[in-house]
């Protein structure tokens, strides 16, 4: 007998190792220290954008490696980290607020392998590096916003009580409820009077006030609430950026470290981490006159807000809905082909939607976008000053009762559409942040750790390379043709998904990957001289020596696969890593092993008559 795989198989491993060496083939060209701007929501990148940048980077006297425009971005490529830093606090100065400057490692693919979607191989903080943020909570808005709901809390309930109030404002940390007469200063004061924990009731009977204050305690609970929501929504908008293994925590009383190992649009990546917007409903004002309220008479509960058509519009000072309750919002389009944000609430939101627009069908009801913008000066605290900017974005009567879903529109483009959907989608900060420090981070473990690691891949490789030649001969030779074949396969699959990252720990699982490569074919090796053994033909020996082995190496290697499997569902970050990376060269292994080796040997000793094998 003679052992011949068919044209197709040959084929099959022929262009499954080609199309891995291709991925693989970007992670030898390494990386550019790069600059990344894009513009903000008020400005766009245009080729006198570019010359700017040239212009200024020409003044600090930086011959930059390359700078492109695409995409509505400009890529500076430059030689070195500190040229790096030059040119973004030049292209900062230059630039200012209306774009986004950031520190970038842009890959040095060829434009050949990029074109057919050919990246680099992700790597994580431990063995790259990646983008490091540092960013301050402005913890006066937070409080602001919880007085802010208190303050309609005390509203609302009052009004239920039949308790007539003069006025109920915010003051500082105090909620201030000015009351008509004696009667009902009196039934306030027994109504709210230890009502809500964590305010003090201080009475001022002269001129019928009640004071909520907040108290210490209280105070420091919102701040550490504000600390901890925020953390939990940058995770939310770092996973909708699709970066695996991040680091987001709280650093201090009021900043938040988020490292985001990588990242290939930092520019994108900061704005979304430090966008503030959120969204408002609220009825529109039309009792009283826009006219008197232009001219500075804003009648008492309505505030004036610009609406994108460069006019203004009057709305009611109570929100029906805040973004709060948005639990999913998609970008898309309306039937006239116009950008919209298709928007679902949770169970309470879509109880306050329903009961505002019930008793207000055939009312105008705005959409208030909101956002805050850090000034760049500091209070007498050394608090960063931020700005808040509030637009009416759409003005849409109520048809009829809304529940939990409905849509918003008059934004003003689709990319504008989907950052808004992304940040609706992984919630509002609870108060805006500023990024106070911005730089690049190098590897965590330090250089000498991953050139260990990387040597004990390389001195594990030759030994194992060495052994097999010495044991097995010709066939040892196969073997590590198939080892070669097999890491070549899990940097090219590794290369090829979105969400893989390789650490020191998936290191590790590429090591283990490599003796278990080598084990099966030693189990083929070994069955072969036992049929060699056995006086049978040296065609019959590699037939029976594959057949046998291939249950005992299908055993093993699915117990390890489904162990693999196990960690990945129950790990994190390191342990992912490794079981990711063991998981996939389990698999590669298997095929080079029975399938890649086999198609070897076949095409030299297979298709002939021999006498002996060199096992």
Request: charge should be negative; hydrophobic fraction near 45%; avoid cysteine.
């Amino acid at each position: 007998m003679l052992n011949k795989f068919p044209l197709w198989k040959n084929l099959m491993v022929i262009a499954i190792l080609a199309i891995a060496a291709l991925y693989a083939l970007p992670n030898i060209y390494g990386e550019d220290y790069a600059v990344q701007i894009s513009a903000s929501r008020n400005a766009s990148v245009t080729t006198d954008t570019l010359g700017r940048v040239e212009q200024t980077l020409e003044e600090i006297s930086i011959t930059p490696k390359g700078v492109t425009l695409e995409n509505d971005q400009i890529l500076v490529r430059v030689n070195s980290d500190v040229e790096q830093l030059q040119a973004r606090d030049a292209l900062l100065r230059e630039l200012g607020t209306d774009y986004i400057v950031a520190l970038n490692l842009a890959p040095a693919t060829p434009d050949w392998l990029a074109s057919i979607g050919a990246t680099p191989m992700k790597l994580g903080l431990d063995l790259r590096g990646g983008v490091h943020f540092l960013m301050e909570v402005d913890m006066q808005e937070a409080v602001r916003k919880i007085q802010d709901q208190m303050r309609d809390t005390v509203r609302a309930e009052l009004r239920e009580e039949r308790i007539r109030s003069t006025s109920i404002r915010r003051q500082d940390s105090d909620v201030v409820v000015e009351l008509r007469t004696t009667e009902d200063y009196t039934a306030a004061e027994q109504y709210l009077d230890n009502r809500y924990p964590g305010y003090t009731l201080i009475e001022e009977e002269a001129t019928q006030t009640l004071r909520l204050r907040m108290t210490e305690a209280k105070l420091k609970e919102t701040q550490d609430y504000a600390i901890s929501q925020n953390v939990t929504i940058l995770r939310n908008r770092v996973n909708e950026l699709g970066v695996a293994e991040p680091v987001v925590q709280r650093q201090g009383a009021d900043r938040i470290v988020v490292q985001l190992p990588g990242v290939q649009d930092t520019a994108r990546a900061k704005e979304i981490l430090g966008a503030t917007a959120t969204l408002e409903f609220r009825l529109v004002d039309d009792e009283n006159s826009l006219r008197d309220a232009e001219m500075g008479r804003v009648p008492f509960g309505s505030e004036l807000f610009p609406n994108r058509n460069g006019g203004n519009t009057l709305l009611r000072e109570d929100v029906i809905l805040t973004g709060d309750h948005i639990v999913n919002a998609t970008s898309g389009f309306d039937e006239n082909q116009r950008p919209q944000v298709s928007i679902s609430l949770d169970g309470a939101g879509g109880d306050k939607m329903s009961l505002a627009t019930r008793d207000n069908v055939g009312k105008p009801m705005a959409t208030l976008f909101i956002e805050f913008k850090a000034t760049g000066e500091r209070d007498e605290n050394d608090r960063i000053v931020f700005e808040r900017h509030a637009e009416v974005i759409n003005v849409a009567t109520i048809q009829s009762r809304l529940g939990s879903n409905f849509r918003i529109t008059g934004i003003s483009s689709q990319q504008e559409a989907q950052n808004l959907a992304l940040l609706l989608r992984a919630g509002a900060l609870i108060a805006p942040i500023q990024i106070v420090e911005e730089r690049t981070l190098g590897p965590s473990l330090g250089k000498e750790n991953i050139a260990l690691g990387t040597q004990a891949i390389v001195w594990g490789f030759v030994l194992v390379v060495f052994f097999m030649v010495l044991y097995y001969r010709k066939f040892g030779l196969v073997a590590n043709l198939a080892l070669t074949a097999n890491l070549v396969l899990i940097i090219g699959v590794m290369s090829m998904i979105p969400g893989a990252t390789l650490t020191l720990p998936g290191m590790a699982g590429i090591v283990l990957t490599v003796g278990m490569a080598v084990d099966a074919n030693v189990l083929i090796f070994e069955r072969i001289r036992e049929e060699i053994k056995a006086k049978r033909s040296p065609q019959q020996a590699i037939h029976h020596g594959y057949d046998s082995a291939f249950s005992t190496i299908m055993d093993a290697n699915i117990t390890t696969l489904i162990v693999a499997i196990i960690l990945f569902a129950v790990g994190t970050g390191p342990v992912k890593g490794f079981a990711v990376t063991l998981a996939i060269g389990i698999i590669t292994s298997m095929f080079t092993a029975i399938v890649g080796t086999r198609a070897v040997i076949n095409a030299v000793w297979g298709g002939k008559r021999i006498d002996k094998l060199s096992v």
